[in-house]
């Protein structure tokens, strides 16, 4: 008897939620509401989490709006370049996720982006606010173009140190706060056998995370980004580009990077910070997303930001910080049932599943980044200025970023031409990259 009534009690449960779970979507049924398709092309792979846990919010979306499909197609890291080819075929695409400086290299400066404005002044989901006000404060300002928003974020990522606590803890390591500090720490885990400084050194644009944050802490944010602009090459004289390949090089030369790196395919180097080979790398805050699963029970995760450096304008609290996210292109026929979508998605519940399932960190105000990232979230809340990854190279000149400066820094980085030569060679190539616009 016991067993029945448990049964039953769990069925009217399920039950209960199905019929809550469902009322939008059979209101909107009951309206008249037309069937459309999304055609969502995503810049993950079919196999990594984050793809699933996407598939996940597609699932659960047709569970609540049966009237719209959401079609996706899993195309990787080269979305953008395989949707813009598709598209010139004629196929259609409704939806695009990728970092926010790939999508606005493609589409927002092409003008092939749908303003967002009206819709995030619209009510969220949940329909207790307005769907912009879901979003941590400063986010979609930041990334907005000639005042107007483009893109929906659903994580937001910073850059720094990561580490793990229980290592350096039984060490008595702490984190650095300016760079002689930084300096010194290296040394006393070299001394260790240890290397300091784990480095995926064959994925350039891992490599220029020392350059631009290096320059962020010298003559602050944006400099590299007014070098590329400056047609006469003549912004490339300034100190502060040859210093700071000679404080990377520095790195190299007193044996601070595992041994080999540069000549490391990704995911090599971080796998060495897992196997305790080397101790701390800097990266990006998706590093979690990565090693988590690979990581000992006793691993905790730790975190410092970018150090100052003695005589630089940079702070401890500037802290890079960029979104990945949606866009729409402007020619759709579903704009609607699209953004409908997307507000399914960021829903505080549906959102914390995706954060739980992904291990990564949030970019709404009500909901916590995985706890791996806690204190590089703590960081970014409290930072005082924030600044753009990669100097807002990609975002801006993509082509020029990886021909010019991803090529040019790389051969400095790993000492196949001196500093001096790297401010000439940059000097020389940004203007010709003018006179051939």
């Known amino acids: 008897m016991k067993r029945v009534v448990l049964l039953l009690m769990t069925a009217v449960i399920s039950l209960a939620v199905l019929v809550t779970g469902c009322q939008k979507g059979e209101e909107n049924i009951a309206a008249g509401a037309e069937s459309k398709t999304v055609e969502y092309w995503c810049w993950w792979n079919e196999q990594e989490t984050r793809a699933q846990a996407v598939q996940q919010w597609i699932d659960d979306f047709k569970k609540v709006r049966p009237d719209i499909t959401v079609n996706i197609n899993y195309v990787g ?27 606005k290299g493609a589409l927002i400066l092409n003008d092939q982006a749908l303003p967002l404005d009206d819709a995030l002044g619209t009510k ?14 400063g986010t979609l300002e930041q990334y907005a173009y000639n005042g107007k928003t483009y893109l929906v974020p659903y994580v ?27 300096l010194a720490l290296c040394g006393d885990i070299k001394k260790s056998k240890i290397a300091p400084i784990a480095q995926d050194g064959g994925v350039d644009f891992y490599n220029d995370m020392w350059n631009y944050q290096l320059m ?21 004289s300034a100190p502060a580009f040859t210093k700071a390949i000679e404080m990377e090089r520095e790195l190299f030369d007193k044996g601070y990077f595992i041994e080999g790196c ?7 180097g971080q796998l060495t910070l897992v196997a305790h080979e080397s101790a701390m790398e800097l990266c990006g805050s998706w590093i979690a997303n990565e090693l988590d699963p690979q990581v ?48 399914f998605c960021t829903s505080i519940d549906k959102y914390k599943e995706y954060i739980e399932a992904t291990t990564n960190p949030s970019a709404l105000k009500e909901v916590d980044s995985a706890p791996q990232l ?18 807002g ?13 991803l090529k040019n820094h790389n051969l400095a980085f790993t000492g196949e031409i001196s500093p001096e030569k790297y401010v000439e060679v940059m000097a020389k190539e940004t203007v010709d990259y003018w006179k051939n616009k």
Not at 89 to 97: A, K, R, S
Not at 374 to 391: G, I, M, Q, S, Y
């Open 77 to 103: 890291r080269e979305v953008l370049t395989k949707a813009m080819a598709a598209r010139s075929g004629g196929q259609v695409i409704d939806l695009i996720d990728a970092d926010h400086f790939v999508l």
């Open 124 to 137: 969220n989901w949940e329909g207790d606010r307005a769907w912009r006000d879901v979003f941590i404060d």
């Open 156 to 182: 937001l990522f910073t850059n720094g140190f990561f580490y793990d606590k229980h290592l350096w803890n039984e060490n008595g390591w702490k984190a650095p706060k300016t760079w002689d500090e930084f």
């Open 216 to 236: 962020a802490r010298l003559v602050g944010p944006g400099k590299i980004l007014e070098a590329a602009e400056d047609k006469t090459g003549a912004s490339w």
């Open 262 to 268: 540069t000549g490391f395919t990704w995911p090599a």
């Open 296 to 343: 000992d029970a006793d691993w905790e995760w730790g975190f410092f930001p970018f150090p100052e450096v003695s005589g630089g304008v940079g702070k401890l609290t500037d802290m890079e910080s960029y979104p990945t996210g949606w866009a729409i292109f402007k020619d759709t026929k579903v704009a609607d049932a699209t953004i409908e979508f997307l507000k």
């Open 374 to 391: 806690n204190e590089a979230t703590v960081a970014l809340k409290n930072a005082t200025k924030l600044f753009f990854p990669h100097d």
């Open 393 to 405: 190279l990609p975002d801006n000149y993509p082509d020029y970023h990886k021909n010019i400066y």
